[in-house]
Every structure is written in structure tokens, then in C-alpha cells.
């Protein structure tokens, strides 16, 4: 029968325990004896009210009231806590070591190994996730459910392969149950953080048998040793033989090289050739060019002189022609300046004279209302002496009493 090397790690042991007041949830969560992990505390309920109570900082604190969950509870002291409200549940928020120890699980080819698994998780953080944790699963069914799935996960994974590839898929093995507890925890609040595979234990006869295998080995690399001097020496004698046929193939190179430089040689000359020939084409082509650059320039030269020139007389012509309308348009103004000068004289005066008749008349007005009143009356009695010389008159109404009134005046 195999037997196995006794392991230290102890299986873990998630809880929940009942303290007296939400103080005492410090000292439960940083008990660790027996390998319990303290995950929620529920302290006893108010018997009526309390006055001052305190509620403690760095937990997730749910509360009810008659029985009916409302949230999370903010930390601090409460002036009244009355009866009807209840402290359920007291979370730990820090994250936590899970120890799952696996025993004998079977390899693919049936060697039973002990497997050390260490598991990092937390609750929440947020207030939803927490509330599903406490009320769909609890500490309880939480350890059941770690442990079974750990143990699941670990048996498939080992179940796939042998026992000498156990020691070098321990980080494979590690990830694989980390993707299944997260997927499967996650929805329960619960967030899987790291898995680490601590220790793999393989049976003791067949350590026995690996160490034998271990000094087999050794013995074989020994034999490849000797084998490989033996292979080396093969290997000098036809590293001589090679060198011979690279001298004799340097001698062939030598020749095919002196051949390759005297048809280097021939390029070069017939290159020297071509570049003479072509040489006297560019001085050729550079002459006449040279010479349709000179003609070219003339031409520029003779074109710009005939407008510098056609300029100038037209600068003069305008500038002539400028000077005399400029003249023109001075004498214009000089005559209309003279002429609105003396109209401007002949209204002043003219203004004078109105104002100086205006005066008179305005001083003589007095003395002329008597004359025109008597001029006025004079002639109003010529009319009425018309009017009375010829024959009867019959007035009646109004008309005959004004002018009856104009004939005879009542003053």
C-alpha cells in the first residue's frame, strides 16, 4: 500500500457565531483557533432600548427593523436604539485565507497525490453583495460549498494528467480552480481573489522509485558523455577531411577570383571608354547651351531696356498730363472760391437790409395803427354810403342787424 507524507496544512472552517454586543465582533474575527474563520457575527437583540449604542467601524452592518431587512447601518454611536430594531448581521470586509487540503486524488495513471490548496477571498464591498451573501448562502453552506468545489476542481484537474506532471501544472492547476469558484461565488457576493497550490504530496515508495530514477538518469548522462567524446572524436577526423577539401576549394577560388578581376579589369577600361565618349557629349550639349543661355539673356537684356525706356516716357506723359489737370483743377477752385465769396457778400448784405427795414417798420408800426383804422372807417363809409344811396333796403335777421349796427354804432 502507498503511503503518504503527513501534511501540515489544517482544512479551514468557516463560521458564524452569536456575540453579545457589536463590539465584541473584534475579537471574534481575529480568532483563528482550530482553524475557524470567523465570516459574520450576529449580536443579541435590545430587550426594550438602549441609550448609547455603539456601533462599531470597518465591518458591513445590516440591520432589521420588526424583522424586515433596511440596509446597511452606518457606524457610530446612537443616542436610542429602540427594540424594534435589530443588528443581523456583523460582515468582516478584510479578505481572508481559505486552507482546503485535497486527499488522494488519483493521476491519470492512478497514483494517488495529496494536494495543499490556499484560497483568498472577501465579502462584498458593496451593501447588494453582502445582503446576498448573509440571506442566499451564509458561512455555513459557504464552507460545504467551498470545500466541495475545491475538491471537485482539484480531483478533475489532477485526474488529467500523471503523476510526474502533477509538480509542474501547479500554477495551472491553481488558475483553474480560481476561474471555477469565481464564476460559481460570484453571484453569491463572494469575490475569489487568488489560488495558490502550497504543496503537492506524491506516495513515499514512489519518491523511492522517482530518486532511483533520479540516479538512473544520472548514469545515462554519464553514458551520454562518453558517447558524445566518442562522437567527437568521429567528428575531428571529418573536420580534417573538410579542411582539406576547403583548402582544395580555396585554390579553385583563388583561380575563379584572378579570373573575375582580369574581367574587372576589361569593364573597367571598356567603362572608361563610355565615360570619355560621353564626356565630350556633355561638354557638347554644355556649350550650346551655354550659348542659348547668352542669346537668351541678350534678348532679356535688350527687352527689359525697350520697356525700362516705353516706362519711362509713359511716366513722363502721365505725370505731364497729371500737372496740368492738377493746374486746371486749382483755377477752378480759385473761381469757384471768388464766386461763392462774393454771393456769400451779396446775401450778408442783402440780410442787412431786410433787418434794417424790419426795424423801421417795426418802429413805425405804432404811429401807423391810428392812419390804417381811419383809412379802414373811410372806406367802410363809402361803401355804406353806396349801399344807403340806392333805393330801399328791407334787413331783417341777423345780417340786417350787423350791418345796421355798422351804420349806426352803438357808442
Not at 550659348?291 to 505725370?319: M, Y
Not at 433787418?355 to 363809402?382: G, P
Request: charged share 25%.
Amino acid at each position: 500500500m502507498a503511503t503518504h507524507a503527513i501534511s501540515t496544512m489544517q482544512k479551514s472552517t468557516l463560521v458564524q457565531r452569536r456575540i453579545g454586543s457589536p463590539s465584541d465582533a473584534a475579537t471574534e474575527f481575529n480568532d483563528r483557533s482550530n482553524g475557524q474563520i470567523v465570516l459574520v457575527c450576529t449580536p443579541s437583540s435590545a430587550t426594550f432600548g438602549q441609550f448609547f449604542y455603539s456601533i462599531p467601524s470597518g465591518y458591513t452592518i445590516l440591520y432589521q427593523e420588526w424583522g424586515a431587512h433596511r440596509g446597511v447601518l452606518e457606524p457610530g454611536l446612537k443616542m436610542w436604539w429602540p427594540a424594534w430594531f435589530h443588528i443581523s448581521h456583523i460582515v468582516t470586509q478584510g479578505t481572508l485565507t481559505f486552507n482546503a487540503p485535497t486527499r488522494q486524488c488519483p493521476t491519470a495513471d492512478n497514483i494517488m497525490v495529496n494536494i495543499d490548496l490556499s484560497l483568498t477571498f472577501s465579502i462584498g464591498p458593496d451593501p447588494d453583495s453582502v445582503r446576498d451573501f448573509c440571506y442566499l448562502l451564509g458561512p455555513a453552506r459557504m464552507d460545504q460549498y467551498m470545500s466541495s468545489q475545491t475538491e471537485e476542481a482539484i480531483r478533475g484537474l489532477v485526474f488529467s494528467v500523471t503523476h510526474d506532471q502533477v509538480n509542474d501544472l501547479r500554477e495551472e492547476f491553481a488558475q483553474g480552480v480560481l476561474g471555477t469558484l469565481q464564476s460559481k461565488m460570484q453571484k453569491f457576493g463572494i469575490s475569489v481573489r487568488t489560488a495558490k497550490i502550497t504543496d503537492v504530496q506524491l506516495p513515499q515508495n514512489l519518491m523511492a522509485r522517482l530518486e532511483n530514477t533520479t540516479s538512473f538518469k544520472t548514469k545515462i548522462q554519464e553514458q551520454r558523455k562518453l558517447h558524445e567524446n566518442t562522437i567527437r572524436v568521429i567528428k575531428d577526423g571529418a573536420q580534417q577531411e573538410i579542411e582539406q577539401l576547403v583548402k582544395n576549394n580555396a585554390r579553385l577560388k583563388q583561380d575563379i577570383t584572378a579570373q573575375i578581376q582580369r574581367f574587372e579589369t576589361e569593364r573597367k577600361e571598356l567603362n572608361s571608354e563610355a565615360v570619355g565618349e560621353n564626356t565630350v557629349q556633355v561638354l557638347d550639349a554644355t556649350n550650346d547651351k551655354e550659348v542659348a543661355i547668352s542669346k537668351t539673356r541678350g534678348d532679356l537684356q535688350a527687352s527689359r531696356s525697350k520697356a525700362q525706356k516705353d516706362g519711362e516716357e509713359l511716366r513722363r506723359t502721365t505725370r505731364i498730363n497729371c500737372d496740368q489737370r492738377v493746374v486746371e483743377a486749382q483755377n477752378a477752385s480759385s473761381i469757384l472760391i471768388l464766386d461763392s465769396e462774393s454771393t456769400l457778400l451779396d446775401a450778408n448784405k442783402k440780410a442787412e437790409s431786410i433787418v434794417i427795414s424790419a426795424e423801421a417798420e417795426n418802429k413805425s408800426s405804432k404811429f401807423l395803427v391810428e392812419q390804417r383804422k381811419f383809412e379802414i372807417d373811410r372806406e367802410k363809409s363809402t361803401i355804406m354810403k353806396k349801399i344807403a344811396g340806392n333805393g330801399r333796403k328791407f334787413l331783417s335777421g341777423k345780417e340786417g342787424t350787423a350791418l345796421f349796427d355798422q351804420l349806426v354804432p352803438a357808442n
